[in-house]
């Protein structure tokens, strides 16, 4: 302590009376709060972006409107690494497209290479059907048809 006049009589006083207190409520209300927003993004994540089978409807359905409109390019980059290795641009049309204009009628749950994928039935204007194979790994995407008769 310092000696000396003072501006009060009895001296100064420490700034703090009491002993230090912490207390955990803020750190305790910021963690619950991440564990919250946490959980609320993990049950509301498939209400934002659809099912599985939403999706490769939703992407079958993309693909067909790009190749019914010869915009090759954006259907190419629908197609899986594996089908971009098969055909180029230029080919996706003969490959994928059937006669007439194709309407998705049906999806249902599969796998491909050991990915979950969905089979997408697709008609077909002469009433013919392909099912294309939709792998959603980095986002839905074609990775093959085959014809269902």
Do not use: I
């Not at 009376?17 to 564990?35: C, E, M, N």
């Not at 994928?96 to 990915?115: E, I, K, Q, W």
């Amino acid at each position: 302590m310092t000696d000396g006049p003072f501006l009060y009589d009895e001296g100064p006083e420490p700034l703090h009376t009491g002993a230090p207190r912490r207390s955990g409520k803020v750190l305790v209300l910021v963690f619950g709060a991440t564990v919250l927003v946490a959980v609320l993004m993990a049950v509301l994540l498939p209400l934002v972006k659809g099912s599985a089978g939403d999706q490769s409807r939703e992407a079958v359905g993309v693909f067909l409107a790009a190749l019914g409109k010869h915009d090759t390019e954006t259907a190419y980059q629908l197609l899986c690494k594996q089908e971009q290795a098969k055909v180029s641009p230029d080919g996706v049309a003969g490959r994928y497209l059937g006669p007439g204009t194709g309407a998705v009628v049906g999806v249902s749950d599969a796998t491909f290479g050991g990915d979950p994928a969905q089979h997408v039935r697709v008609e077909w204007g002469d009433g013919s059907r392909t099912t294309m194979t939709v792998v959603n790994v980095d986002g839905p995407h074609v990775c093959g048809v085959t014809p269902t008769g």
